[in-house]
């Protein structure tokens, strides 16, 4: 038995550890608080034992160090772990042969999400594209981080409430089994540069950050497994990675693409991607943007999984010589599966069902990718696709073959050579179409597309695939500030918002009576009133005229949480319209048009138009609805009055595209032109208390839309 008490602990032999239970233990210089440098030994931890490196209540994204560090010492084993409150909970080098089992790494460093329920923040996207100079463990953090080791083994481990569960850097003949690093902000498993590895039968569920079921499904590069810089030869099997930003998020890799300066060595750009993967039998469901994405890279093979409820099935952009079959692929809002300049693929014996396309195909002018060294060098169009011997039923389309005119290149093939055959379509309102200069598919008749099924070894005791089946839908993501909920853990969810009014409902139903700290507070008073198996805290505004906040600490399930928000009695009165005179061009007659705009009256301004338009959203009413606005060109314009007390305050706006601010008729903040999602931020000074008339424009050109509104004290500082 060896007692840890202290930073810097060398373990130099085969034992047992034991720590004193509430003991912080503080990674002072980096480097690791218990550090293993001899080989061939047994690291394990006593029953009980947990190593922590900062105080119960520590911000997550405050945490700092590294519990384990071992660095140069083959054939060790780590066993029963439990290591919380560091940015990095073990993080190992040149460890060949390692063994880490049965450990637990959850409750480590993740990021603060700024994005919300009604609006996006582009600021959560991830930068996966880099990790030469360990990027990943030194911005996001890691549960457990190997790099430059090979024959690993890892299995039988858990993590939760942390951004990544397990990171792998330039790791070969790894074996990562059983393990279930669900309801992360980041990765369940993330590859770079690591090829020859076998991952199978391991649960990364609920990898996911920017999500708002019917608002916005992004993912911003969150993954249940990623898969980026020429990782090659992997077989992914029988994982189960629902509910993830994508399923399985591939890329061949900056150094691959030429992004990056090559190494000072011979080098060619001829056949680099993540290349040769085995991709079998995996459930990539329900993901906010895709089930399976794997780009620039060559010879994969994809077949057996579950493809349901996402964006895309499948996306394979500038891929070749992929197989594609016997997946079930199904419900997908745009295509199951879509490829751009893509060619010699294999599509064939899949269920497509209930997509919007099943297999889109499609050639677009990429005049900056067309710049880059692989591309240049291995593009070979998009011809010599065989989509054969599918089952589509209740697509609207089956199959789209669409591009528009390619660059002015004599040498880069302009045809599309597509072969279908034997494909079956039942109640497909559109079995084949053809958009913008398609050439038409051969439909020849064939025999079976020729391939042999790899015979697999697989490890591992547990089955996570249909495991979780009773949280599917793409509605069981619910995002917390920390990342997605565990649907286990009690969480007071935001459901209604009504003028004046905020009601909180707390899941799990059922239990105890939740404790309040207060009831009441400057401006408002709260009421908790059990309804319908669930407790409902409804908090209320005493002042109609006033903007009031207000915070309040809840108790339930032994876990506390602070609720907060904002109050308006009066709400916002909401034109909108659609328009035909550019504002950007023609504000007069754009003002003109917004003569005829249909008003309502909304409590909050947060008008998260995604894809649709006023017409689609149903806090503007039904005469708005019934109204059947555009999607594109339209207007919004919304006004109150607000008693603000006097200070400093801060104003800010999500839109898509043009936005204007007035307060008392003066502009204080403009965004007059297109773009994406996008905050802008004004500072108002109030020397004394008094009534302010606002009144926020907004016009929509094309694609997404949103409009969100806030106004809040301006922090010191800002």
Same mark, same amino acid.
């Given at each position: 038995?060896?007692?840890?008490?202290?930073?810097?602990?060398? %373990?130099?032999?085969?034992?047992?550890?034991?720590?004193?239970?509430?003991?912080?233990?503080?990674?002072?210089?980096?480097?690791?608080?218990?550090?293993?440098?001899?080989?061939?030994?047994?690291?394990?931890?006593?029953?009980?034992?947990?190593?922590?490196?900062?105080?119960?209540?520590?911000?997550?994204?405050?945490?700092?160090?590294?519990?384990?560090?071992?660095?140069?010492?083959?054939?060790?084993?780590?066993?029963?772990?439990?290591?919380?409150?560091?940015?990095?909970?073990?993080?190992?080098?040149?460890?060949?042969?390692?063994?880490?089992?049965?450990?637990?790494?959850?409750?480590?460093?993740?990021?603060?999400?700024?994005?919300?329920?009604?609006?996006?923040?582009?600021?959560?996207?991830?930068?996966?594209?880099?990790?030469?100079?360990?990027?990943?463990?030194?911005?996001?953090?890691? !549960?457990?981080?190997?790099?430059?080791?090979?024959?690993?083994?890892?299995?039988?481990?858990?993590?939760?409430?942390? *951004?990544?569960? %397990?990171?792998?850097?330039?790791?070969?003949?790894?074996?990562?089994?059983?393990?279930?690093?669900?309801?992360?902000?980041?990765?369940?498993?993330?590859?770079?540069?690591?090829?020859?590895?076998?991952?199978?039968?391991?649960?990364?569920?609920?990898?996911?950050? !920017?999500?708002?079921?019917?608002?916005?499904?992004?993912?911003?590069?969150?993954?249940?497994?990623?898969?980026?810089? *020429?990782?090659?030869?992997?077989? %992914?099997?029988?994982?189960?990675?629902?509910?993830?930003?994508?399923?399985?998020?591939?890329?061949?890799?900056?150094?691959?693409?030429?992004?990056?300066?090559?190494?000072?060595? +011979?080098?060619?750009?001829?056949?680099?991607?993540?290349?040769?993967? %085995?991709?079998?039998?995996?459930?990539?469901?329900?993901?906010?943007?895709?089930?399976?994405?794997?780009?620039?890279?060559?010879?994969?093979?994809?077949?057996?999984?579950?493809?349901?409820?996402?964006?895309?099935?499948?996306?394979?952009?500038?891929?070749?010589?992929?197989?594609?079959?016997?997946?079930?692929?199904?419900?997908?809002?745009?295509?199951?599966?879509?490829?751009?300049? !893509?060619?010699?693929?294999?599509?064939?014996?899949?269920?497509?069902?209930?997509?919007?396309?099943?297999?889109?195909?499609?050639?677009?002018?990429?005049?900056?990718?067309?710049?880059?060294?692989?591309?240049?060098?291995?593009?070979?169009?998009?011809?010599?696709?065989?989509?054969?011997?599918?089952?589509?039923?209740?697509?609207?389309?089956?199959?789209?073959?669409?591009?528009?005119?390619?660059?002015?290149?004599?040498?880069?093939?302009?045809?599309?050579?597509?072969?279908?055959?034997?494909?079956?379509?039942?109640?497909?309102?559109?079995?084949?179409?053809?958009?913008?200069?398609?050439?038409?598919?051969?439909?020849?008749?064939?025999?079976?597309?020729?391939?042999? #099924?790899?015979?697999?070894?697989?490890?591992?005791?547990?089955? +996570?695939?249909?495991?979780?089946?009773?949280?599917?839908?793409?509605?069981?993501?619910?995002?917390?500030?920390?990342?997605?909920?565990?649907?286990?853990?009690?969480?007071?969810?935001?459901?209604?918002?009504?003028?004046?009014?905020?009601?909180?409902?707390?899941?799990?139903?059922?239990? #105890?009576? +939740?404790?309040?700290?207060?009831?009441?507070?400057?401006?408002?008073?709260?009421?908790?009133?059990?309804? !319908?198996?669930?407790?409902?805290?409804?908090?209320?505004?005493?002042?109609?005229?006033?903007?009031?906040?207000?915070?309040?600490?809840?108790?339930?399930?032994?876990? #506390?949480?602070?609720?907060?928000?904002?109050?308006?009695?009066?709400?916002?009165?909401?034109?909108?319209?659609?328009?035909?005179?550019?504002?950007?061009?023609?504000?007069?007659?754009?003002?003109?048009?917004?003569?005829?705009?249909?008003?309502?009256?909304?409590?909050?301004?947060?008008?998260?138009?995604?894809?649709?338009?006023?017409?689609?959203?149903?806090?503007?009413?039904?005469?708005?609805?019934?109204?059947?606005? +555009?999607?594109?060109?339209?207007?919004?314009?919304?006004?109150?009055?607000?008693?603000?007390?006097?200070?400093?305050?801060?104003?800010?706006?999500?839109?898509?595209?043009?936005?204007?601010?007035?307060?008392?008729?003066?502009?204080?903040?403009?965004?007059?032109?297109?773009?994406?999602?996008?905050?802008?931020?004004?500072?108002?000074?109030?020397?004394?208390?008094?009534?302010?008339?606002?009144?926020?424009?907004?016009?929509?050109?094309?694609?997404?839309?949103?409009?969100?509104?806030?106004? #809040?004290?301006?922090?010191?500082?800002?």
């Amino acid at each position: 038995m060896v007692r840890v008490e202290a930073d810097d602990t060398r %373990i130099t032999r085969s034992c047992r550890i034991e720590i004193a239970p509430g003991t912080v233990l503080e990674d002072r210089n980096g480097n690791g608080v218990i550090q293993i440098t001899t080989p061939n030994i047994l690291v394990e931890f006593a029953p009980g034992t947990v190593l922590m490196g900062a105080p119960e209540g520590t911000r997550p994204d405050a945490l700092e160090g590294f519990g384990v560090r071992v660095e140069g010492a083959h054939g060790v084993t780590l066993r029963g772990l439990r290591v919380r409150g560091y940015r990095g909970a073990i993080w190992c080098t040149e460890a060949h042969g390692l063994i880490v089992e049965d450990c637990d790494w959850s409750d480590n460093f993740r990021q603060h999400l700024d994005s919300t329920p009604e609006a996006e923040d582009a600021g959560d996207w991830l930068w996966p594209h880099e990790n030469d100079g360990n990027e990943w463990l030194q911005r996001y953090g890691a !549960g457990l981080y190997v790099e430059d080791s090979h024959r690993v083994t890892i299995r039988r481990n858990r993590a939760r409430r942390v *951004q990544n569960g %397990i990171c792998l850097d330039r790791v070969r003949g790894a074996a990562v089994y059983d393990n279930d690093c669900s309801f992360l902000s980041g990765w369940g498993l993330a590859l770079y540069r690591s090829s020859d590895n076998l991952i199978c039968r391991n649960a990364f569920d609920f990898c996911v950050r !920017g999500y708002s079921h019917g608002v916005y499904s992004r993912g911003q590069d969150s993954a249940g497994i990623l898969v980026f810089e *020429q990782c090659n030869n992997n077989v %992914i099997a029988e994982n189960s990675a629902t509910h993830s930003g994508d399923g399985l998020f591939g890329f061949a890799g900056r150094e691959a693409l030429g992004e990056d300066p090559p190494p000072d060595e +011979p080098w060619s750009y001829e056949g680099l991607g993540c290349n040769g993967n %085995i991709i079998a039998r995996n459930d990539f469901s329900y993901a906010p943007a895709i089930g399976v994405e794997m780009t620039f890279s060559f010879g994969n093979q994809i077949y057996g999984n579950r493809l349901k409820g996402s964006n895309y099935g499948v996306w394979g952009g500038y891929s070749q010589y992929f197989v594609i079959t016997d997946n079930e692929i199904a419900d997908n809002a745009i295509a199951g599966v879509a490829i751009e300049h !893509g060619s010699h693929h294999r599509i064939f014996g899949n269920r497509f069902e209930n997509n919007a396309r099943g297999v889109q195909l499609w050639w677009d002018v990429d005049e900056g990718l067309f710049r880059h060294p692989w591309v240049r060098e291995n593009h070979d169009g998009l011809r010599d696709n065989v989509i054969a011997d599918n089952l589509f039923r209740g697509d609207r389309v089956g199959v789209e073959l669409r591009r528009t005119p390619a660059p002015r290149d004599p040498a880069v093939p302009r045809d599309m050579e597509t072969l279908l055959s034997g494909n079956r379509f039942e109640g497909v309102e559109r079995p084949v179409a053809v958009l913008e200069e398609g050439q038409p598919p051969q439909e020849l008749e064939q025999g079976p597309v020729a391939w042999e #099924e790899p015979a697999l070894e697989l490890r591992g005791e547990t089955r +996570p695939v249909g495991a979780r089946e009773h949280l599917a839908g793409r509605e069981n993501i619910v995002m917390t500030p920390w990342g997605p909920w565990d649907h286990e853990s009690p969480l007071w969810r935001l459901e209604e918002r009504t003028a004046g009014v905020q009601a909180w409902r707390l899941w799990p139903a059922g239990g #105890e009576r +939740p404790r309040l700290e207060a009831e009441s507070g400057p401006g408002w008073r709260a009421r908790l009133e059990e309804e !319908g198996g669930h407790w409902w805290l409804r908090v209320r505004s005493e002042d109609p005229e006033a903007l009031v906040r207000y915070a309040l600490a809840v108790r339930a399930a032994g876990e #506390e949480q602070l609720l907060q928000g904002r109050l308006f009695g009066r709400g916002w009165e909401v034109g909108v319209f659609p328009w035909t005179r550019d504002p950007r061009e023609d504000e007069a007659g754009w003002r003109e048009e917004a003569r005829a705009a249909l008003w309502t009256r909304v409590p909050l301004l947060h008008l998260p138009y995604g894809g649709g338009g006023p017409s689609d959203l149903e806090v503007l009413g039904a005469e708005v609805r019934a109204a059947g606005l +555009p999607r594109d060109r339209f207007g919004t314009l919304a006004r109150t009055r607000m008693r603000l007390p006097a200070g400093r305050w801060k104003l800010w706006t999500l839109s898509d595209d043009g936005v204007r601010v007035k307060v008392d008729g003066e502009t204080v903040l403009e965004n007059w032109g297109w773009h994406g999602p996008t905050r802008d931020v004004a500072f108002l000074e109030l020397p004394e208390e008094r009534d302010v008339a606002l009144e926020v424009e907004h016009f929509e050109l094309d694609g997404h839309a949103v409009l969100a509104f806030g106004l #809040e004290p301006a922090p010191s500082g800002d």
